[in-house]
Structures are given as C-alpha cells and as structure tokens.
C-alpha cells in the first residue's frame, strides 16, 4: 500500500512537471517579469557614463532597447578601443548588467548591450527564432556603425547569452576577414533539452530525444561552436559547482570549439562566478592578448 501511494505520488509529479514544462516552457526559459524586469531600466547616468539610447527596430518590426556607451577618442596607445557587445542572461534586464558596463567601460573599451525582446523596454515576446533575428539586428546596427568602424568586436554571453554569442560568432565569423572578431561565454549549455533534467529531475526518463521533441527552444549551442572560425578566439568561464547548467555541458564545448581558445574554471555557482578571484583578470588577459 505505501509502495503504490509512493509510486502515485511521483508519477503525479512527473506528470505536473511535464505539464508544466510543456505550457510553459517559454516563460520558464525566458523569465521576464522577474526581479521586475518590466517595471523599469536604470540608465547609465546613474553611473555618469556617457551613453546613447537607441532603439532599434528588427524586421518583424520590434523595437529593441539598447544603450551605447563609446569613448570620445576611439584610438588609444596606437590601437583602436575594442568593442564589447553584452548578451544577458535569461532574468532581469539590461539595467541589472549596469554595474559590469561601467566596470568594462572604465578598462577603456566601448560597450554595447541591448535588451531581448520582450524585456525591460523592448517590446514582442521572446523565442528563440526572435532573439536569434534580436541578435542580427544588434550586429547589422553595429557592423555600420562608421565611428567604430575598425573596432575589434568582443562578444560577451553568460548562459543563455552564451547560447546567443555562439550564434553571434557563427553567422558573423566572416567579420574576421575585415576586423577583429572574439567571444567570451560563461556557464552556458549545450542546448535546453540537456538542461531540463537538472531543473525537472522527475523528467530525466524520457531522454534527450523525446524532450527536443516537447521543448520549442533549443538553442543547438553544441552544433553552432563547431561552425566556428578556427581564427576566432574563445574563453570558456565555467563554475565547477554550477547549479543549473552542469559543468560537464562546459567543457564539452570548449573541447568541440577549434582553434584559438582559453579555459578557465572557478569553484563558483551558475550566478556567482562572474565575482569570483581572478575572473575579470583572465577576461583582461583575454581581450589585450587574444583579440
């Protein structure tokens, strides 16, 4: 009796779980509303940085909130200032990053980061389709920029950014042909399917194959990395103690990436690994000597 009251319980739970995940894996992939993300973006003046605030419209017409922060000479030490193009996280908006902009916008480079639709002030609903169309807007608005035209470009994801700089680096590599072209990803997955057992544990037995079929998102990062340029260059950040994206998903990709790239690991969480000693001086390290 208690074994059949056991086995009801858990085959009830698997069945909320997967229920849930099915109606509402967009909003579980993409959590938008919270820390109150859509109530309201602080601006770089809080910070007295010099900014421009765009808004850039996509082809299927969505305008995307972004801001622009350039130093006023774009030549430094015989050597034009790198741009670093900022992909957020899946949570809160492009005001919450604001504190790292400024920290990164004081190492003298130029920073660009903008806000998925369907965050903060941009308007639409995410998925994956439209923040990969996000993503082509950003970098059309940037490769014709004329005032940072010979800027090196740098592209900065952490987790679902990292998916997101992936993509970036695949569909623009050509850049390289022109300009400087680099990425920096931080505890980011192979794709979504593989990380749904880790936040629904009940769900693990259905497998990958069966879950890519329920899941509309699944941003394939393990196949982008290996349309990568060799000539490109990579640092992989991870957090051995990462909650949500298991390490392992790390390390695989930067096993499968070819070519220029850097591994640097911290006994760190999924969140708090961009605190940890000795992250920001890789990431220096990184952008001086690799691009």
Same mark, same amino acid.
Do not use: C
């Given at each position: 009796m208690v074994l059949r009251m056991v086995v009801l319980a858990v085959t009830s739970m698997a069945t909320i779980s997967l229920g849930a995940l099915y109606f509402y894996q967009r909003?579980?992939?993409?959590?938008?509303?919270?820390?109150?993300? =859509?109530?309201?973006?602080?601006?770089?003046?809080?910070?007295?940085?010099?900014?421009?605030e765009i808004y850039l419209t996509t082809p299927d017409k969505v305008k995307l909130h972004s801001y622009f922060l350039k130093h006023s000479n774009q030549i430094i030490e015989n050597k034009f200032?790198?741009?670093?193009?900022?992909?957020?996280?899946?949570?809160?908006?492009?005001?919450?990053?604001?504190?790292?902009? $400024?920290?990164?916008? $004081?190492?003298?480079?130029?920073?660009?980061?903008?806000?998925? =639709?369907?965050?903060?002030?941009?308007?639409?609903?995410?998925?994956?389709?439209?923040?990969?169309?996000?993503?082509?807007?950003?970098?059309?608005?940037?490769?014709?920029?004329?005032?940072?035209?010979?800027?090196?470009?740098?592209?900065?994801?952490?987790?679902?950014?990292?998916?997101?700089?992936?993509?970036?680096?695949?569909?623009?590599?050509?850049?390289?042909?022109?300009?400087?072209?680099?990425?920096?990803?931080?505890?980011?997955?192979?794709?979504?399917?593989?990380?749904?057992?880790h936040i629904f544990p009940l769900l693990g037995w259905l497998g990958e194959n069966i879950l890519s079929k329920l899941i509309s998102d699944r941003w394939w990062s393990e196949i982008e990395i290996v349309k990568i340029r060799d000539d490109i260059p990579g640092l992989f950040l991870s957090g051995t103690l990462d909650e949500v994206v298991p390490p392992l998903h790390m390390k695989k990709l930067f096993d499968l990436k070819k070519g220029l790239k850097v591994?640097?690991?911290?006994?760190?969480h999924h969140n708090d690994t961009i605190v940890q000693d000795g992250y920001w001086d890789t990431w220096e390290q990184f952008v001086d000597s690799y691009v």
């Open positions: 909003s579980i992939i993409y959590p938008s509303t919270l820390n109150s993300a =859509r109530s309201g973006t602080d601006s770089p003046s809080k910070y007295n940085l010099p900014f421009e200032r790198k741009t670093i193009v900022i992909l957020s996280p899946n949570a809160g908006n492009i005001g919450h990053f604001l504190p790292v902009v $400024n920290y990164i916008f $004081n190492l003298g480079h130029n920073v660009f980061i903008y806000q998925y =639709r369907g965050y903060g002030q941009s308007t639409g609903e995410p998925t994956e389709d439209g923040l990969k169309i996000d993503a082509e807007t950003a970098m059309d608005y940037l490769i014709n920029d004329k005032t940072i035209k010979n800027s090196p470009l740098i592209l900065y994801g952490r987790s679902l950014g990292g998916a997101i700089t992936l993509f970036i680096a695949n569909k623009f590599g050509f850049l390289q042909n022109d300009r400087k072209l680099g990425f920096i990803i931080e505890n980011t997955f192979l794709d979504i399917p593989r990380v749904v057992p591994w640097r690991e911290f006994q760190s």
